[in-house]
């Protein structure tokens, strides 16, 4: 497969009826999600989005182009949040380059990947300040946040009465929030 280069990634995906991930010069479908896969995203989106209502933030769902390593990868997380003004690859302003926060839930198809790969590339973008790695079923939550020497901490959340403490964005995230109702499905 020959190797695409973002700019050329960039000009196909605005023409395209179907998202697709840019890694590393090569071009992927993206998966589809489950039920309980769409519906812990939603809950995530809506406990950010009322936990930040009156701040300077922004919370973007998966219709959001992300930029967080040119030239290795493009992709379109669950959840991207930014606190500052949103910075773009071009003109077009439909790629942001500076997110503070990313979610990303785990499919079967995917999580191998958002684990390692793409949670490492993420790692590496200087806006980054932490990512959440969602598992719908059963209850787990990876949480990396950056340190103030540049290091990452990570801790696996398995309670689903804990409270994942967002030091990036001042505030908590209660895990049974993410779960809610999703046993019902």
Not at 28 to 51: C, D, K, R, Y
Not at 68 to 77: D, M, N, Q, S
Not at 173 to 182: C, D, H, K, M, T
């Amino acid at each position: 497969m020959p190797l695409v280069t973002p700019e050329e990634f960039l000009e196909r995906e605005r023409a395209a009826d179907a998202k697709h991930e840019y890694r590393h010069g090569q071009v992927f479908a993206m998966a589809e999600g489950s039920p309980p896969h769409s519906f812990v995203i939603n809950n995530i989106q809506v406990a950010l989005a009322t936990l930040l209502r009156d701040r300077p933030c922004y919370v973007f769902n998966a219709d959001l182009r992300v930029s967080v390593r040119w030239g290795k990868l493009i992709t379109y997380p669950d959840v991207t949040v930014i606190c500052e003004k949103p910075q773009y690859v071009d003109e077009r302003r439909d790629t942001l380059t500076n997110p503070s926060l990313i979610v990303e839930v785990l499919s079967p198809s995917t999580r191998q990947l958002d684990l390692g790969d793409k949670a490492f590339l993420y790692r590496e973008a200087p806006s980054m300040r932490e990512i959440l790695l969602v598992d719908p079923e059963p209850v787990m939550v990876e949480h990396y946040w950056r340190l103030p020497n540049g290091h990452w901490e990570v801790e696996t959340v398995e309670d689903r009465t804990a409270s994942i403490r967002l030091a990036s964005l001042d505030c908590g995230l209660a895990v049974s929030e993410i779960y809610r109702n999703v046993e019902l499905l």
